[in-house]
């Protein structure tokens, strides 16, 4: 099926080296989240898109973070300069994006295992 | 400051029993709440949700509870199986700043369904 995909699965680095992370959502979702996982954490919101509307990046945790969505479509996450903490499990989800007034269910990709050495 | 506490990091039931997982939260604003399930190496999955105008959302084995003034909810799986068992997340939403919704995660509980 055509469910939100992420690329790639497992990623390891070196600190200083910058990185980018990839997420597809499911053809028609306007919305489309970042979220990261740390070792023995919960997830951790990132970044949000909704259609054309400007991202709400409140959850970046550092300048070193950045997205960017490309018609409304792919997502590509970048890290720059990687520093250990920033090791953790990358997700990605989509939504149909029909507006905040109602609760909608996120569909979530696999996730990208970072390892920052 | 964690918005939404699942106190039990794991759980262990026997094979046909009942499953009780619980999580509290402290944002009286939150107006959804949400169990999502993960296996391994995958993302999470939608469970099962509920509003705040409710006190009791059910779909087969999966019962979600919410206790508004106590502001606390559960999951109840019964009967419990062994492919139930992975990480239960709880999450909970509300409208934040922007109008934009946004989900707030617990840290998760470990359940394990033994045969």
């Known amino acids: 099926g055509a469910g939100v995909s992420q690329s790639p699965s497992n990623k390891v680095t070196e600190k200083g080296k910058d990185v980018e992370l990839r997420c597809d959502p499911i053809?028609?979702?306007?919305?489309l989240y970042w979220y990261r996982q740390s070792l023995g954490q919960g997830l951790e919101f990132l970044i949000y898109f909704q259609g054309n509307s400007a991202p709400d990046k409140s959850g970046l945790p550092s300048d070193r973070f950045s997205a960017e969505r490309t018609g409304g479509s792919v997502s590509t996450l970048t890290i720059q300069r990687t520093q250990q903490e920033d090791s953790a499990v990358y997700l990605c989800?989509?939504?149909?994006?029909?507006?905040?007034?109602?609760?909608?269910?996120?569909?979530f990709g696999p996730g990208t295992r970072l390892l920052v050495l | 400051d964690q918005q939404v506490k699942q106190n039990s990091p794991s759980l262990s039931v026997q094979e046909g029993r009942i499953s009780i997982l619980n999580c509290d939260y402290t944002n009286s604003m939150f107006d959804y709440f949400l169990w999502y399930k993960k296996y391994p190496a995958e993302g999470p999955t939608f469970l099962i949700s509920i509003s705040s105008i409710k006190d009791k959302n059910e779909d087969g084995r999966f019962t979600v509870f919410l206790n508004k003034s106590a502001k606390h909810l559960s999951l109840h799986i019964v009967p419990s199986q062994p492919g139930d068992s992975a990480v239960y997340f709880c999450?909970?939403?509300?409208?934040?700043?922007?109008?934009?919704?946004?989900?707030?995660w617990g840290l998760g509980t470990s359940l394990a369904v033994n045969p």
């Open positions: 053809s028609g979702h306007t919305a």
């Open positions: 999450a909970a939403s509300a409208i934040g700043a922007g109008n934009n919704r946004k989900l707030i």
């Open positions: 989800a989509s939504s149909l994006g029909r507006g905040a007034s109602r609760w909608e269910t996120q569909y």
